[in-house]
């Protein structure tokens, strides 16, 4: 005699799927950029490499989230990263490790003893970066969970992700020397592989004219007009310069 | 409860081991001293004689006693040449443990019962101690090894200097005339930690154990934290463990085995190291360090020696690498009768005795989650691989408002309890001059703060628009409105807006390095930077990028 389960009834067979955690797989972003994501945040396992004229802001803002959460961001090869705005946009410092300069031979070494140990590792990949190395740490990052974000367009590896800066235009100058650079608006363009391959964008504040990472609203209000010099006597609104991406 | 435990120290066992590999120096005849990192370490009885002690530098020593020969230190010959010895302990009593080349411990219960009370056993012991380790030259009675017995490690150490048997019970009597200085014999306080907290009680007026004895114990940890508590027990006959050790469950073992048997011990310290590893992973995994291992190794013949090693400061994967190496270099290397007839097959680490960790020497940064330890271990790593000053992390630094003074410092200052909260000259700050000079951050220039600011110096041209250099006065006034800039030699780029100046003089404290600058924000088709003028010269300092 043989005994047969018996089917699960279809409703119950969907419920009974095994579930991960989509925090567990996922690194959050934050509610203000997670519509760029498909899943909402970055994925554990996935390359990012993020580029244009305000880089280096939108990738440690993409961090923020995460660390204050508990996620330690480890920085390798970023000679130039400025500390003020880490803490600006939200990194927690004492999560924080940088590493600025790293001998292009052992580059590679310490990003992979980062990259086994905490979950956003930000890079500059040194000049002359092979492919293969590349694609080697791409590889450890999947099998790890980590999340590494490439400082560069021109990350020689696979990325899973590239987060584009399109357009940047910065709010406070008033001309003739007055005012100062107070608030920056971006596109963000998200696009990738898979379920990312048709391009997210958005535009946002960064920061804001409070200080912080905000949304904006898809149609600015009156004053965005890129190219041309803003005009000290309009005080309600801080007049716009655009920068192109 | 505190063991019984008895002691057995062979006096500069690095000379006695120097002298033996050397054949040209006789260690009771010559002036011989071992140097590490030239100072001096071990002091034959020659050289003793003519001033010379422990801890002098090399100079020193050889300006005492001219004709002194020296010796560099080298653990593993120590090791390897004490193994012997610690063989021949081991085969009269078991569970001996190798605390350093040079002396072994073990708990006497069983041992002094066997061979008839504590002072029958200790005699028996120095005797074949004496044996194995004297075999090529004769004996003074004083050069040969100590045998102390006392109530706890710490107390049976002391005793061994003296190669005394002390009473059960009577511990606190004997520690109570011995300088505070015995303190350094701790071997978890040890000379780093022990040496300076002796060197303080005794500035204090407390120059014996005794003194010690009789604090509060309230007032010593007030004072002097943990070691002084620590101390304070030592003091008093009770024994360092204020940790309770546990036996660690099976499933912490890792071993190894060799195909085909390995005959050099270069083979086999490489698959330590391995070994040592992953037995270090498991005990993290499961919260805990090890102070105490058991080394064992098997040959292809079925010959095994196993050896219990200590260490009071938690055995780290170099540690534990390291004495297995020792261990195995004096079984294979050492004399015919005792070295295996085959090579090794199998190398096993066992723990025998483990405590919580506490984060060892990584415990900064507050309450650790398993995030915070993995990221600790990565740093370590790093440093490990780049120097110490590599690995730099963001601290906010006073300043006038939030973001505004926060600097990278070198993990390593962070590291270190007592360091000064001020960031040394390697402080680097958002911006250093030609000079290299650290400069603190432009607290007029509002928020954002920039997110690249430059670590070298990248030029600028600044014109107006009838293409003449843009000055700032030392009034800090512009001299025309900027129109063009050309960044480190390229092309010309038409400035779409611009900001300042903000004027600064920087350092006037420190005449050396204090300098009048003036700051502006420009913005250009591909970016907005922070400019910054000194002497006549725009350099870009930053670029918000």
Do not use: K, N
Not at chain 1, 40 to 55: E, H, I, M, P, Y
Not at chain 1, 222 to 235: K, M, N, S
Not at chain 2, 309 to 319: F, S
Request: aromatic share 4%; net charge neutral; hydrophobic share 45%.
């Amino acid at each position: 005699m043989t005994l047969t389960r018996p089917a699960l009834p279809d409703e119950l067979a969907h419920a009974a799927t095994p579930v991960v955690g989509a925090a567990d797989r996922v690194v959050a972003v934050g509610p203000v950029l997670a519509p760029l994501f498909p899943s909402a945040g970055l994925v554990r396992g996935t390359t990012v490499a993020v580029s244009g004229a305000a880089a280096t802001s939108v990738a440690a803002a993409l961090g923020s989230a995460a660390s204050v959460a508990g996620s330690w961001v480890a920085m390798v090869g970023t000679a130039d990263i400025g500390a003020g705005a880490l803490d600006e946009l939200g990194l927690v410092l004492e999560r924080v490790v940088v590493v600025p300069q790293v001998a292009p031979a052992s580059w590679a070494t310490v990003v992979g003893a980062f990259v086994d140990a905490v979950d956003l590792v930000y890079v500059q990949a040194p000049p002359r970066l092979s492919a293969s190395l590349a694609r080697r740490l791409g590889a450890r990052v999947r099998e790890r969970g980590a999340v590494l974000v490439a400082l560069s367009s021109s990350w020689p590896g696979p990325a899973d992700l590239r987060v584009v800066v399109e357009e940047v235009a910065w709010h406070g100058l008033t001309g003739e020397g007055g005012g100062r650079l107070q608030a920056r608006e971006l596109v963000v363009a998200v696009g990738g592989r898979g379920q990312a391959a048709r391009p997210r964008r958005q535009r946002l504040w960064l920061p804001g004219p409070e200080g912080r990472v905000a949304a904006r609203a898809e149609e600015p209000a009156g004053g965005l007009d890129p190219g041309t010099e803003g005009r000290a006597e309009e005080p309600a609104m801080p007049s716009s310069l655009a920068v192109a991406g | 409860m505190i063991e019984r435990t008895l002691v057995l120290w062979w006096p500069r066992w690095p000379i006695v081991a120097a002298t033996r590999a050397d054949p040209t120096l006789d260690r009771v005849a010559d002036p011989v001293v071992v140097v590490q990192a030239e100072v001096v370490v071990a002091v034959s009885p020659v050289a003793a004689a003519a001033g010379v002690v422990e801890g002098q530098r090399r100079r020193t020593a050889q300006q005492r006693c001219p004709g002194v020969r020296v010796v560099a230190a080298d653990p593993a010959l120590d090791a390897r040449a004490f193994e012997p010895v610690a063989a021949a302990v081991a085969e009269l009593c078991p569970r001996v443990e190798v605390l350093a080349p040079g002396t072994v411990a073990l708990a006497t219960r069983g041992p002094s019962r066997y061979f008839g009370g504590d002072q029958a056993l200790a005699t028996r012991l120095r005797q074949v101690a004496g044996a194995v380790g004297s075999v090529d030259s004769p004996e003074g009675p004083t050069d040969g090894p100590r045998v102390g017995i006392a109530d706890g490690l710490f107390t049976a150490l002391v005793a061994a200097r003296a190669g005394a048997v002390v009473p059960a019970g009577a511990a606190a009597r004997f520690l109570a005339p011995l300088p505070i200085a015995s303190l350094a014999l701790d071997p978890a306080l040890g000379d780093q930690r022990g040496r300076p907290l002796a060197d303080v009680l005794g500035r204090l007026g407390l120059r014996t154990l005794g003194d010690l004895a009789a604090l509060d114990p309230a007032d010593v940890v007030g004072r002097f934290g943990i070691d002084g508590v620590r101390a304070h027990r030592l003091a008093q006959g009770l024994g360092g463990a204020s940790v309770v050790a546990r036996t660690p469950p099976v499933d912490l073992v890792v071993q190894a085995e060799l195909d085909p048997p390995a005959e050099q011990v270069e083979a086999v310290a490489f698959l330590a190291r391995a070994l040592a590893v992953e037995l270090d992973d498991r005990l993290a995994a499961s919260g805990l360090a090890c102070t105490r291992v058991s080394i064992e190794a098997e040959t292809e013949h079925g010959e095994s020696r196993a050896r219990l090693w200590r260490h009071e400061g938690a055995l780290d994967p170099t540690a534990l690498a390291e004495r297995t190496r020792w261990q195995l270099d004096g079984w294979l290397r050492g004399d015919s009768t005792a070295a295996p007839t085959g090579g090794i097959t199998m190398v096993r680490l066992v723990p025998d005795e483990v405590v919580a960790d506490h984060g060892r020497q990584l415990g900064f940064w507050g309450e650790r989650s398993a995030a915070d330890q993995r990221a600790a271990r990565a740093v370590a790593r790093a440093q490990g691989l780049l120097g110490p000053d590599a690995v730099l992390v963001p601290r906010r630094r006073g300043g006038r408002a939030p973001g505004e003074q926060v600097v990278l410092v070198p993990a390593a200052d962070e590291l270190e309890p007592g360091s000064s909260p001020t960031p040394g000259p390697r402080r680097r700050a958002p911006a250093t001059s030609g000079s290299g000079s650290p400069a603190p951050w432009p607290g007029q220039v509002p928020r954002p703060a920039p997110a690249a600011v430059h670590a070298g110096v990248v030029r600028v041209e600044v014109v107006d628009d009838r293409g003449e250099a843009v000055t700032v006065s030392g009034r800090g006034e512009i001299s025309g409105p900027p129109a063009r800039v050309s960044v480190a030699g390229g092309a010309w780029a038409e400035v779409r807006g611009w900001a300042g100046p903000w004027p600064a003089y920087e350092r006037w404290w420190d005449p050396p390095q204090r300098r009048r600058v003036a700051r502006i924000q420009v913005l250009t088709d591909d970016a907005a930077r922070l400019l910054l003028v000194e002497g006549g010269r725009w350099r870009v300092e930053a670029t918000y990028d």
